[in-house]
């Protein structure tokens, strides 16, 4: 009952921002301070519908405490954390086009907003708080492919108007929320209840996609289907690395 709950506090929180996406016009890219608080009310839907039900329950400093645990995370979930910009950098030969620099003004400033728009607005209630009342139930594994099921349509309302998303593949996308579900919530079971890992791999994941299209994939739909496979190799690897720790 629980996880429908957060099911239902979560899509009505961000279709509620998305809906003042969808009517406002100046509030159609996050890129502004007008659009922003919009989109932030929409992407931080998961986390805020988590923190709602934690509070009610008395569990919202265990959850927030969860969010900065480092304790106990071992070097297999860091790794992990690391894996998608390695994919990048053994991908940058295969760039259909050029490289460009980034500078390192504009890649603090990619960090800090990939950051506030997606790990911290989603991984508290995505891993944190669905994952974790999944998994008990169904295994880690399980839990990971129906977070990533909901984590994939939530995104949908994305391609209905002109948003970076609706720029990318909606197929590829899909795989790619799917395998990253695999990998983050793989991570997550590593970390043993520490969210602080699925936070920076979500975090790495996009910037990987970010700074991919630096590399020479101008198209973003160039570097999700090019970097299908990659990720399903992780996504496998990343199973059968929590099997073999036992977590």
């Not at 700074?211 to 020479?216: H, L, P, Q, S």
Request: with cysteine; proline share 6%.
């Amino acid at each position: 009952m629980i996880v429908f709950q957060f099911l239902a506090l979560t899509f009505a929180i961000s279709l509620l921002g998305f809906a003042c996406i969808f009517v406002l016009p100046f509030a159609r890219s996050p890129d502004n301070l007008k659009g922003l608080p919009f989109w932030l009310v929409m992407v931080w839907g998961p986390s805020l519908a988590a923190m709602i039900l934690s509070y009610a329950n008395g569990n919202l400093i265990e959850l927030l405490g969860r969010a900065v645990k480092v304790s106990g995370v071992p070097m297999s979930a860091w790794l992990l954390v690391l894996s998608p910009l390695v994919v990048l950098f053994l991908m940058r030969k295969r760039a259909p086009e050029k490289a460009s620099k980034i500078g390192v003004g504009a890649l603090v400033g990619m960090v800090v907003f990939n950051l506030l728009l997606g790990p911290l607005g989603e991984e508290l209630g995505w891993r944190g708080f669905m994952q974790e009342q999944l998994a008990p139930q169904f295994g880690w594994l399980v839990a990971s492919l129906a977070v990533g099921v909901v984590w994939a349509v939530w995104h949908l309302p994305l391609w209905g108007i002109d948003s970076p998303h609706a720029k990318i593949s909606l197929p590829a996308f899909l795989v790619h929320v799917m395998l990253y579900s695999v990998i983050i919530g793989a991570a997550y079971t590593l970390s043993g209840g520490s969210i602080l890992p699925a936070i920076l791999l979500h975090l790495t994941l996009n910037l990987a996609s970010n700074i991919a299209v630096n590399v020479g994939y101008r198209d973003p739909s160039s570097w999700f289907h090019a970097s299908m496979l990659p990720y399903a190799v992780l996504a496998i690897g990343s199973v059968v690395l929590v099997f073999l720790t036992g977590s």
